[in-house]
């Protein structure tokens, strides 16, 4: 920052000490629109104090002389702790400042999120009241029915108590299905049948489940785990949208930067006490040869005074390089707040490594503002992309308009599950692989390989593949005269293409081969009457159709 | 604009009118075929015999004569490669599977790139050498190598005869891996005589040059002809990496070859947006935004293209599709590993393998409850046999869980559930046991035909005949956890396809599967590095200097793929929409695609920078929760039975949670407790005390008498509340010792305490131990039974103590009170309180000693210095101890009568102070 403009006022221990003079309109009382000369002092009858640490009531105050020029949302506030983050944050909301802080930003903090967990815990264990209490709990609050909660309580631990209960909020869950669904499907359908609204907090929860089921897979009794542990450290990412002043502790604030960043609480970064690893071995007979020990200032007195000197000066570093980090955030305005001088500067104020004993050390004898308050790169630098704004608009149910390849169909018969039924679907894919039986193997190994076919039919499925390919009754269809094409697409000018199973061309006939595993039956006639159609569309003629059926005694049939 | 598959279409049209089937097409994807035909089907006017598609992975299988055979049996066949020429430490199967697909790729990457594998491979020996080089010894000679360095050598020594085998074993068999086949087709192309007239090739980019030597000698025999499809915009400057590949090829190439490449970038978009978006659920809901804008035509006739650079976003964007979407076509699958199914069977793998590690013929009580909890499970026995189960181990305390007992509590249903309950011996009994559940899944899918259910089971059930096939094939021991990790590789690869209308509505795609594709509207989701492009990936024993060395392609060719298709994506596309992540999370960094830098930074026409705006914050007020006062006679009257100090200190903590635990009764399930918790030690030391701790007269002779017996009897007692746990190690030993050593601890204390007393001439009299103790209040005329069991009362001299053992710590001002109404406002005071009322009820029943000077107080084992903690007035800062008396026993009555009314007639409500809700059973309800 350069040096534009210093302002310093001497004699700070007999006066006010004035922190900022400038102008402005006076935007409140009898005097409003005026133009008025604002000057800020510190020091003052009006300061408020905050547990051990203080600061003049202008750091708070201070945001709104830069009103106009400066939103909230371009204002952070940097503290060290993660109490100081809530304490900050608990004041501006009950002067109703608009505040983001760590903990509003925890996903767990939105009690839509919490009542999903909730439901999530219901499905997993149905005799757990306590989540069923919870969740009525929720319901009543968004579309209260006709009970009181003791009522409801009493009705949710009964046996059929629960599900009643929802029958009567309009919500029926389908448990055993939904159980079936990987995590994220679930907690998506979850939403759609709650109604859960729309929000940032659903969302980044979404986003949570994502990625849980990306990296450990979709077990909801171990997600909910691993959520337990989590729920105090997941947040959400600010809405870009919103206007409101973020509180962060600084190592959060790492590698971000802030149009206007405050630090107050007189940088009180120090931790009160550490542990230090040592060679105890000496002390223990040579039992323990590495030892942790507590950081005390009585240490300097022991035969660990080098190690706690040490590890004073580490944390001391440590602490003047989180300074470093919380002061170099700021774009445009960076204020710092110091408690003021105490009366004597004992020892322990000159080593308490807080920020009025910095400004003492450097001998600075009182405070002053650096810069000057009409400057502004921000506009200058910065050119703001336009916010991408989204309404919650109805959604379809993609699952009624998007299935599953049907595989399984060609393969198993479910409502008839015998093993010669399967055994019958795969004769069929073999058939239509093989040409002739020189290709048996490969055509074997190709379906085991693709687990088509198991091992233990191998062999099985070998001899029966050249048992047919070698009937007497099929020799015809297998000899070398034939133009033979297996498996050919054929596409029509509608779009729809058409796969027969085999067809054999010779000058002057055309032979259609299907293959069928079942019983005869007359609709196995439609098809192949439909080849034929369209091989005659495509100017073949003396078309011969027969079906040949595997199962049966009378293999070839001719239509 | 003409999109390029349609003028391919057109150009086979005019040059096959009589018949295509003759004719070879390579394309990069199976959608393209989908497409291409859709295409020819306007152009045709009776049916046809469709050429023959291909990818080029299938063509050049099919070139080679050998089947490419999939990776999980290339690993069974490669192991046996290493077990023929091991390396000085040979690696279990398992082991070698987790190094091994490395190895395999780095073969595909040397045939495909017909490079010599011996000189590869003797390269990277010598490379590895050099690594373990140095000064003060500088031979390779292998005395000079410490053991692991010696490992080290010998495993990539070994390499070149792990290839020679390992191809000799495929072609012997006719099998190949990708690589291999790519190779032999290419050695022998110059002899091949092809069965397709000609050959074409679409919409291809970069060609190993085992492609390229194909291709050129196709071409040098007029059966190939290769249309690309490429834009000036990349393919003339010279920078660009999407255009690489084709500048390379210029120069070798005939000008009809690049008659496809075009000037579409030149055009301005209608929309050329960028949103960066905060993660990926936000993601979804900018497509959702900007399908629900889209007009209804650009919806239906598959004008919409939402490309997925990263896959996972699948399920978020669909279940975001805005209710104008009708239809969509998704070329992507689910994930057979975020199927329950396959959760189900890798919970029952893992509590075998604990099992088995644990050598003990026990489950692991967590497991057990993972498999009974799981989903699938309720399809194989009773709700009510799982729950009896289930309560059986938490009432039991079930660490550990036989058999039996499992048996036991599922009764008829344990038969079908044998075979996951048993101790797996060796993996011929794990296969049978997933045999088993396929076939019982398969069962209950009865009737349910076509359900997403039945096709995962069936894929699941295809990989596993393809395990089983390869197990029975090969001989080499298999263990459980092998087997475990081989279903866990396999399956993570696996996927069901989706399927919809594949030429209508919007199209769901990953990058891959948009080649050769062209799109009014294209929506482009997660363009961030690392995934586009993905930059470099650790999957190969092969350095990258010896990669550039050799001509193989890295990841810097890969890269220039990606790009490649990136913009080729774009360049016909009307209105382009790029989405990014902005946070940097597991999903890779949040730093936006270089591409996008890049378009930003060359592009000419106008881009728009948008960032995802988001919702409004919710900000939750403390809700109020008011259980009115009102038809609850019935359980206050139950609770009137019984009513403990503790049950009125948690009234007077949060009347809601008295309410919620007394009343409404909702309480917490109890869970097993592997390990000793506070309360154990409690109830060992407090049941030990009160069995052996001598009663009458005691001295400090007589105490110290009875110590031994009683640590004896602390440790049998935490044994037996530990329920069989075993304490002779780990954190519930250390547990016990401390029981011990804070009775021991006591016991001393009161030893010394007697010696001092008796040299006094001083006495001490115990009168009651665990003392149980009823007396009945009438508040607003209905009974109300205050009971309590009192630790100890004693004598001292003429004093009596009323006395609670806490084996925790208590410190004065828990027990010290300024004022009555204290225990009424301060749940701070409950000890006080509980004190207070013991005193109450134990004079009631005892009114001769009325007239005595009593006192209550605790010992707190955990501050035994500070002696009978007594509850104390305190006054100006000095605490008094109250004699308990005719009066005070007046003000007790009057308080438990006041609790007691305000039970009877107030609402119940949440209380003010949050720091009372840290551990609550009840914040789920309270929203706290």
Known sequence: MEHKQLKRIEDYDKNLPIVEIYTAVQSEGSRAGYPTVVIRTTGCTHRCYFGEGGWCDSWYTSIHPEKGKFNFKDITILCNSRKRVSLVAQRFSENNIPVVSNEGLLINSSEKVRFLVDVMRYLLDKADNLSKAAICEYLQSETPINYTIHEINLLLKKDDGFTDLLKKYNISIPTEKFLRLPIYELAERLIKKFRIPDNSYVSFFLDVILKFSEKQGSNLSEFLLWWEDKKESESIVVPEGINAVQVMTIHKSKGLAFNVVMIPFNWEGRKKYSEIWVNASKQTNNKLNSTLIRGNKKLELSQFSNEYLEEKNLSFMDNLNKLYVAMTRSVERLYIFAKEYPSSKSDSFLSSGKLNSFLHLYGISDIFIDGDPNENHYEKVQKRPKVFSTTSTEKIEWEKVVSLKRSSEKSWDLDNQSSGKDWGNLLHLALSRVNNTDEIDIVVDGLLSEGFCVWENKEKLKSELSRLLDHPDLQEFFDKKWEVKNEKEILTKEGSSYIPDRLLFSENTTIILDYKTGSPHFSHHDQINNYAFILYEMGYENIEKYLIYTNEEQLVHKI | ?928
């Open chain 2, 1 to 928: 604009m003409k999109a390029f598959l349609e003028k391919i279409a057109e150009r086979l049209v005019k040059k096959f009118p009589d018949s295509m089937e003759n004719i070879a097409i390579v394309l990069p994807s199976k959608r393209s075929v989908i497409f291409l035909k859709h295409h020819l089907s306007k152009l045709i006017n009776k049916p046809i015999f469709l050429p023959k598609f291909f990818s080029i992975e299938e063509f050049i299988e099919e070139l080679s004569g050998y089947r490419v055979v999939d990776n999980l049996s290339l690993q069974f066949y490669l192991y046996q490669s290493y077990l023929e020429s091991p390396p000085i430490h040979t690696d279990t199967f398992e082991k070698f599977m987790s190094w091994s697909s490395m190895l395999l790729h780095d073969f595909n990457e040397v045939d495909r790139s017909l490079v010599d594998a011996k000189s590869v491979f003797t390269n990277l020996k010598q490379v590895k050498e050099l690594e373990n080089w140095t000064l003060e010894d500088w031979s390779f000679n292998s005395e000079n190598l410490t053991d692991s360095q010696e490992q080290y050598v010998s495993f990539y020594n070994q390499f070149y005869n792990w290839y020679v085998s390992f191809n000799k074993i495929l072609s012997d068999k006719k099998l190949a891996y990708q690589g291999m086949a790519y190779k032999k087709a290419a050695s022998e192309i110059e002899n091949k005589s092809l069965e397709w007239e000609k050959v074409w090739f679409v919409g291809l980019n970069a060609l190993t040059l085992s492609e390229q030597k194909i291709i050129d000698n196709l071409k040098n025999r007029d059966i190939a002809r290769v249309f690309w499809d490429a834009d000036q915009y990349y393919y003339n400057n010279s920078n660009h990496e999407a255009g690489e590949f084709l500048r390379v090829q210029r120069n070798k190439w005939r000008e009809i070859d690049f008659e496809g490449v075009g000037n579409y970038f030149e055009k301005e978009k209608q929309q050329f947006n960028i949103i960066a978006c905060p993660k990926n659920i936000s993601q979804s809901k900018v497509v959702s935004e900007l399908l629900s804008s889209f007009s209804e035509q650009d919806l239906q006739e598959s004008k919409t293209a939402v490309v997925l650079a990263d896959e996972g976003l699948l399920y978020p964007v669909l279940n975001h599709l805005p209710s104008n979407v009708k239809d969509i076509n998704v070329t992507m699958g689910s994930p057979l590993k975020n199927t329950p199914f396959y959760s189900f069977i890798d919970v029952i793998f893992q509590m075998q393998i604990r099992t088995e590690n644990h050598k003990r013929d026990l489950f692991y009580y967590k497991d057990v409850l993972n498999i009974i909890n799981h989903p699938l499970f309720s399809s194989l026995a009773s709700f009510k046999n799982i729950h009896n189960l289930q309560n059986k181990i938490s009432k039991k305390n079930k660490v550990y869980i036989s058999v039996d007992f499992i048996k036991n509590e599922l009764k008829s249903d344990f038969e079908k559930v044998n075979q996951i309950f048993v101790f797996w011996k060796n993996i011929n009994e794990s296969l049978s046991c997933v045999r088993q559940l396929i076939i019982l899944f398969r069962e209950n899918l009865s009737g349910k035909k076509n359900s997403i259910e039945s096709e995962i089971l069936f894929a699941f059930s295809k990989s596993f005949n393809l395990i089983n096939s390869l197990i029975s094939e090969n001989n080499f021991l298999v263990e459980i956890k092998t087997l475990h990790s081989i279903f866990s590789q396999l399956l993570s690869k696996e996927v069901i396809p989706f399927q919809g209308e594949p030429l209508k509505g919007i199209q769901i795609m990953g990058i891959l599967e948009s080649r050769t594709l062209d799109f009014k509207n294209v929506i482009l989701l997660s363009v961030n590095e690392g995934l586009l492009p993905q930059g470099k990936t650790l999957n190969s024993f092969i350095p990258y200097d010896l990669k550039v060395h050799f001509k193989m392609t890295t990841y810097r060719e890969s890269d220039a793929v990606f790009s490649y298709h990136f913009y080729r994506i774009l360049q016909r596309a009307e209105n382009v929409n790029i989405l990014h992540n902005t946070e940097s999370d597991d999903f890779g960094s949040g730093e936006k695609s270089r591409f996008i830098t890049q378009l930003l930074s060359e592009y000419k026409g106008r881009i728009n920078e948008f960032v995802f705006g988001g919702e409004e914050l919710e900000f939750t007020d403390d809700k109020e929760i008011i259980i009115k006062n009102f038809s609850l006679q019935k359980e206050i009257e139950n609770w009137s039975k019984y009513v403990s100090p503790s049950s009125l200190n948690k009234y007077i903590n949060c009347s809601l949670s008295f309410y919620y635990h007394y009343l409404a009764k909702i309480r917490k399930e109890d869970e097993v407790s592997e390990f000793a918790e506070a309360n154990n030690i409690g109830t060992a030391i407090h049941e030990a005390l009160n069995k052996i701790y001598p009663k009458g007269v005691i001295t400090s002779q007589s105490v110290n008498q009875i110590k031994e017996d009683l640590l004896r009897k602390v440790e049998e007692e935490f044994i037996q509340e530990m329920k069989g746990e075993d304490v002779s190690k780990g954190k519930n030993y250390l547990s016990l010792e401390i029981s011990k050593k804070l009775a021991q601890n006591f016991v001393e204390f009161e030893e010394r305490l007697l010696k001092k007393l008796n040299s006094r001439g001083g006495t001490l009299n115990i009168l009651e131990s665990e003392g149980e103790f009823e007396h009945q209040l009438q508040v607003n005329q209905k009974p109300f039974t205050i009971k309590g069991k009192v630790d100890r009362v004693d004598e001292m001299n003429n004093q009596l103590r009323i006395i609670d053992y806490k084996t925790g710590k208590v410190s004065k001002s828990d027990v010290s009170i300024t004022d009555f109404t204290d225990l009424i406002e301060n749940p701070n005071k409950a000890k006080a309180f509980q004190l207070l009322v013991y005193a109450y009820i134990y004079l009631k029943n005892n009114p001769q000693y009325s007239d005595r000077e009593v006192i209550a107080g605790n010992f707190s084992f955990k501050n035994l210095k500070e002696g009978l903690l007594t509850v104390a007035k305190s006054i100006n800062r000095k605490k008094e101890i109250i004699i308990i008396n005719k009066a005070v026993l007046n003000n007790v009555e009057e308080i438990i009568t006041e609790v007691i009314d305000k039970i009877m007639n107030e609402d119940f409500r949440k209380t003010t102070e949050i720091s009372r809700c840290e551990y609550c059973d009840y914040r789920s309800i309270c929203n706290r």
